[in-house]
Nanobody, 123 residues
């Protein structure tokens, strides 16, 4: 079963930073869009940021623009989500998934979800 492994989460104070990694160990990532989604307690999973197979980033949460960036390294089979100036509303479990070529907001269009990585923002 081809799944991602997410890592890099943790507890951080408001204003802090985290770098999340999404690693695909079994198959190459070329040709696939990789999306980062998050799920806060009591809420549905939402799209945050996605990178297409060609490297174009799409933001789905306006509040993270200017604070979050996404990058991919297909040779290393890794997509990184860099999060700066974290806020309490950024907390949740972060997941990555893939779909062919283009980004979409709907998480039902993505597959290969990992177990997620927990992000907690608290003073």
């Amino acid at each position: 079963q081809w799944q991602f492994v997410e890592s890099g989460g943790g507890l951080v104070q408001p204003g802090g930073s985290l770098n999340l990694s999404c690693v695909a160990s079994e198959l190459p990532m070329e040709g696939y869009a990789i999306g980062w989604f998050r799920q806060a307690p009591g809420k549905e999973r939402e799209a945050v940021l996605c990178i297409s197979s060609s490297g174009e980033a799409t933001y789905y949460v306006a509040a993270v623009k200017g604070r979050f960036t996404i990058a991919r390294d297909d040779d290393k089979r890794t997509v990184t989500l860099r999060m700066n100036n974290l806020k309490s509303e950024d907390a949740g479990i972060y997941y990555c998934g893939r779909r062919f070529t283009l980004c979409q907001r709907d998480d039902r269009l993505f597959v290969s979800w990992g177990q997620g990585t927990q992000v907690t923002v608290s003073s």
